[in-house]
């Protein structure tokens, strides 16, 4: 009967089907009781550094969040949240993934275009399983509106837009054209898998399953990875996609400069282009008259260089080095108000649906590097601890993907994990 059922899922998945997709905007009208922090406007990235000492309680026995928590407010506005659309060929089916990005990144995350989508999880999802996905730039970042980065863009009103999202999917009512879903799927990565996480707590029947990669409930690495992000304002460490050049493009323009007279120098001249602050001045520019930057405002915050990204998200050897250099000069802010609300300690869900949490074994961010390093005789990995949260789970399931740091679609072994990922959903008759 085993090998019948394993023939049958080669025969129906493995003829491949072809990827239609469509980008679209989506309107949401964002309603969360979010807290009012008294953080001021930060002039320059030694504030940005302060931000991370007061975060990481470097004071000692501080809890930063608490102490400039105010009050609460309701937080309510008319957004729009930056989408892609993909589906098979033969037609969207009944089941679609909605895929939420971490920090650092945007939707691409899930369809890099990097050595011509050869990482891309909506190509696994959709050409070789049948499923239909929808990536978006979270509310706040991307293409998707920009609002006030301390007490607006902040994680409950991310959870409000996503929440819709699902709702328009299973109803219909997304514009386009997109028809209701008889399925939808919540896959998340860190961040993501965060507020998705969240929104199968707080809305359980909204979703019928979650996905959490590059997760755990264990934040205890969280002072570590602050710490090595090095902050820096965003619009100041690439001007040209997050600032508006103004009093800076005597700097890019020497940036600029420099990186031509490397491009046909030695290897050392090539690793500071790649490797230092150069990289993100230049970040942006491709040949053509600099694009208009976002100007963000300066609240928005990434970490410093290829070096930081590296050291939080990327296993040494087990990643094309070329995919780190595109992950820096494409990586994408957060906010001060997504650090001060990450999330709360983990709660009980009720959630009665299946559970997968994937993440690579040697994550750095919420494993400090060793996935199975538990310490408790009876928990086989740091992600299987979060079994606990979840008692009403039809499945759950923990997964260490072998030599894979935090991002896992950035690693050489990456479709291994999408394989994992998309049948989980078939083993629990989550079909497309």
């Known amino acids: 009967m085993a090998l019948i059922h394993a023939l049958l899922l080669c025969c129906f998945f493995g003829y491949g089907f072809a990827k239609q997709c469509q980008d679209l905007t989506i309107p949401v009208e964002v309603s969360a009781r979010q807290g009012v922090f008294n953080v001021p ?14 975060f990481t309680s470097v004071r000692g026995g501080t809890n930063y969040t608490a102490e400039v928590l105010t009050g609460y407010a309701n937080v309510e506005g008319s957004y729009e949240i930056s989408a892609r659309f993909c589906y098979p060929d033969q037609g969207p089916g009944n089941t679609v993934q909605v895929l939420t990005h971490g920090i650092g990144f945007d939707k691409t995350y899930w369809d890099l275009p ?11 999802a959709v050409d070789s399983f049948g499923y239909s996905t929808l990536s978006y730039d979270r509310f706040g970042i991307g293409n998707s509106s ?8 902040q994680a409950p009103a991310e959870i409000s837009a996503l929440y819709q999202i699902n709702t328009a999917l299973r109803n219909g009512s997304l514009p386009a054209g997109i028809p209701p879903f008889k399925s939808v799927v919540n896959v998340g990565h860190s961040y ?20 959490l990669q590059g997760f755990s409930v264990n934040g205890s690495y969280l002072p570590v990875t602050t710490a090595s992000f090095n902050f820096k304002l965003a619009r100041l460490n690439q001007p040209i996609r997050f600032g508006n050049g103004g009093s800076m493009q005597d700097l890019v ?5 420099f990186v031509s007279q490397a491009s046909g120098d030695s290897s050392v001249s090539q690793e500071i282009v790649n490797t230092t602050a150069i990289w993100d001045l230049v970040a942006g520019y491709d040949g053509a008259p600099p694009p208009i930057g976002q100007d963000l405002p300066p609240n928005y915050l990434t970490w410093s260089d290829a070096g930081a990204n590296q050291f939080n998200f990327l296993y040494p050897t087990a990643f094309d080095p070329a995919i780190l250099y595109y992950a820096e000069a494409n990586k994408q802010p957060a906010t001060a108000g997504e650090f001060l ?19 690579g074994q040697q994550d750095a961010i919420y494993c400090g590097g060793d996935c199975t390093n538990t ?3 009876n928990v086989t990995s740091i992600p299987a601890a979060a079994e606990q949260y979840f008692p009403t789970a039809k499945t759950f399931e923990a997964y260490l993907q072998p030599n894979t740091g935090h991002a896992v679609n950035l690693h050489y072994n990456s479709s291994a994990a999408y394989n994992v990922m998309n049948q989980f959903l078939i083993d629990n008759g989550i079909a497309p």
Do not use: C, R, W
């Open 41 to 54: 406007t930060f002039t320059g990235n030694q504030d940005a550094i302060a931000f991370a000492q007061n």
């Open 114 to 124: 990097f050595d011509n989508y050869a990482y891309s999880y909506v190509d696994a």
């Open 146 to 153: 920009h609002a006030d980065p301390v007490n607006v863009v």
């Open 192 to 211: 993501g898998s965060q507020q998705s996480y969240q929104l199968a707590t707080m809305y359980p029947e909204s979703t019928d399953a979650i996905i």
């Open 253 to 257: 323009d020497a940036a600029l400069n």
């Open 341 to 359: 609300t990450l999330g709360p300690a983990p709660v009980i869900s009720p959630f009665k649906g299946p559970v997968q949490i994937l993440t």
């Open 375 to 377: 310490g408790l005789p």
